[in-house]
């Protein structure tokens, strides 16, 4: 007799001060499904405290309307700007406080880790990892910018890591939520099975994706 798949949501996010991308899938098993994703605009606002206050609410109404289990988010980059290190991290903790909020367990992944459990390659460009995130979702567009992708990929990467034991000590930081947390599932690497389900696909494979 066979048993029904537990389901439950990842949502991962991109951290940006001008676009925060962000991207919602659904688990069944080892099925995976977009649910949504987009960024969340913030070019346009010239107070800093302002775009903080957006970046919390906003984070918090998607986490109300589609219930994700676990929030993933990119750990900012170490760069020679120190402000601009300031400003994402600082957006970074604000989206991370809003899950935090609704008592929702909290990683967190480095960029080339998020890169490297997509197309196999820490190196990849945004446009590598917009490929392959639609292929394995199966979309049938791509969003008018890239951060949505890379929110998705956030994710993913999450899932992949969380199934596989290796990945797992050596991916993620958790940060856990008010009610603390259950351990990652173990399982096999969903990178590996879809290599060999797809054995054509190289790493420099590149999508046609055009910016809006």
């Given at each position: 007799?066979?048993?029904?798949?537990?389901?439950?949501?990842?949502?991962?996010?991109?951290?940006?001060?001008?676009?925060?991308?962000?991207?919602?899938?659904?688990?069944?098993?080892?099925?995976?499904?977009?649910?949504?994703?987009?960024?969340?605009?913030?070019?346009?606002?010239?107070?800093?405290?302002?775009?903080?206050?957006?970046?919390?609410?906003?984070?918090?109404?998607?986490?109300?309307?589609?219930?994700?289990?676990?929030?993933?988010?990119?750990?900012?980059?170490?760069?020679?700007?120190?402000?601009?290190?300031?400003?994402?991290?600082?957006?970074?903790?604000?989206?991370?406080?809003?899950?935090?909020?609704?008592?929702?367990?909290?990683?967190?992944?480095?960029?080339?880790?998020?890169?490297?459990?997509?197309?196999?390659?820490?190196?990849?460009?945004?446009?590598q990892v917009a490929a392959i995130?639609?292929?394995?979702?199966?979309?049938?567009?791509?969003?008018?910018?890239?951060?949505?992708?890379?929110?998705?990929?956030?994710?993913?990467?999450?899932?992949?890591?969380?199934?596989?034991?290796?990945?797992?000590?050596?991916?993620?930081?958790?940060?856990?939520?008010?009610?603390?947390?259950?351990?990652?599932?173990?399982?096999?690497?969903?990178?590996?099975?879809?290599?060999?389900?797809?054995?054509?696909?190289?790493?420099?494979?590149?999508?046609?994706?055009?910016?809006?």
């Amino acid at each position: 007799m066979n048993q029904e798949q537990p389901t439950y949501r990842i949502m991962g996010i991109d951290p940006g001060t001008n676009y925060m991308g962000y991207g919602i899938i659904e688990v069944e098993g080892s099925k995976l499904r977009s649910v949504v994703m987009g960024d969340i605009d913030l070019h346009t606002m010239s107070d800093p405290y302002r775009k903080l206050r957006y970046i919390f609410d906003r984070v918090s109404r998607l986490i109300e309307d589609y219930q994700p289990k676990e929030v993933a988010l990119e750990s900012p980059f170490f760069g020679t700007n120190v402000q601009s290190m300031l400003k994402l991290g600082r957006a970074q903790g604000v989206a991370m406080a809003a899950a935090l909020n609704y008592d929702k367990e909290v990683f967190e992944y480095a960029p080339t880790r998020v890169k490297q459990a997509i197309t196999g390659s820490g190196a990849a460009s945004k446009e590598q990892v917009a490929a392959i995130v639609k292929r394995m979702l199966k979309l049938e567009y791509m969003p008018r910018r890239l951060d949505a992708t890379d929110g998705m990929a956030v994710a993913m990467c999450h899932y992949f890591t969380a199934r596989t034991p290796i990945s797992q000590a050596m991916g993620s930081a958790r940060v856990k939520g008010l009610g603390g947390g259950k351990k990652a599932a173990k399982g096999s690497s969903s990178w590996e099975t879809f290599l060999r389900q797809n054995p054509e696909r190289k790493v420099g494979d590149t999508a046609s994706t055009k910016k809006r």
